[in-house]
């Protein structure tokens, strides 16, 4: 996995899980990414409250991906292993805070920036819908192709389950 890839892949992983929570389409029922649960965090997890809030909608989504999808399926909340480490370490960063604060102050300005990273790409797809190979990763075409699947059910208030296989 490139250095330069992996950010455009968290960023799509925080999108999708900030939209996916009950305060925007519901796809999940935590509220990790409201106001509120930063004062309910703090004080248990003083310096990591974001890298809370962060497992806490990966873990969510992760489940409710994994219900619909077959073993052994790779999607945005369940990459390879060295994927997810290096995400890890890369949300801790400042960069991914700065991101949060600006691109998920509302479900408005969160699907912008799902339709920056789609680009042209159009997905159009309900339920479980392959997208490529896990080692096309790296390639933007296939994160395009993600965020577009995503982008799409958000705006015709649909699910769907963005899938490489392995």
Known sequence: ???????????????????????????????????????????????????AQYHGVLEAARRLHDEHLSVGRYHLFRLPEEVEQDLHNLVQRPEADEFALQEMRSKDDALGSLKDLAGAVSVTSVGPTAIGNIGDLDSPNTVQAIAAAYLSAFSQDDKTYPYLVG
Do not use: C, D, N
């Open 1 to 51: 996995m490139t250095a330069t890839g992996l950010p455009t892949i968290l960023k799509t992983r925080l999108l999708v899980g900030y939209l996916g929570e009950r305060a925007q389409h519901a796809w999940w029922p935590t509220a990790f990414y409201e106001a509120s649960s930063r004062l309910f965090l703090e004080p248990v997890f003083s310096r990591t409250s974001r890298l």
